[in-house]
């Protein structure tokens, strides 16, 4: 059994007792975060898809823990104008575990 779900603007293909890293969300550590967004539900080769999403199902999850990406560094520089900019940026995420899928 799996399903598609979208989770932050980003479709993801889950399977329950699956952990994966999804964009920050705003719900706390042990926290139950319920997905009503399900575009594609499939079980035992019987394939539910959506218009553009399944009424009635839903995935639910625990969350694990809020991290951070490694850094990825930003280098522009000018060729004889003297213009160097190096900035740095860390993307936040969120470690979910999928608990059930309805």
């Known amino acids: ?34 997905f009503d967004k399900v575009l594609l539900l499939a079980d035992n080769g019987a394939v539910k898809v959506g218009n553009p999403t399944i009424s009635g199902s839903s995935v639910e999850a625990k969350v694990l823990a809020h991290v951070k990406d490694d850094k990825v560094i930003v280098f522009k520089k000018k060729k004889r104008k003297g213009y160097r900019v190096k900035r740095g940026h860390r993307q936040q995420y969120t470690h979910i575990e999928i608990t059930a899928i309805n």
């Open 1 to 34: 059994m799996y399903a598609v779900v979208e989770i932050a603007g980003q479709q993801f293909k889950v399977n329950p007792s699956e952990r994966l890293y999804v964009p920050k969300l705003e719900e706390g550590i042990d926290a139950v975060v319920k």
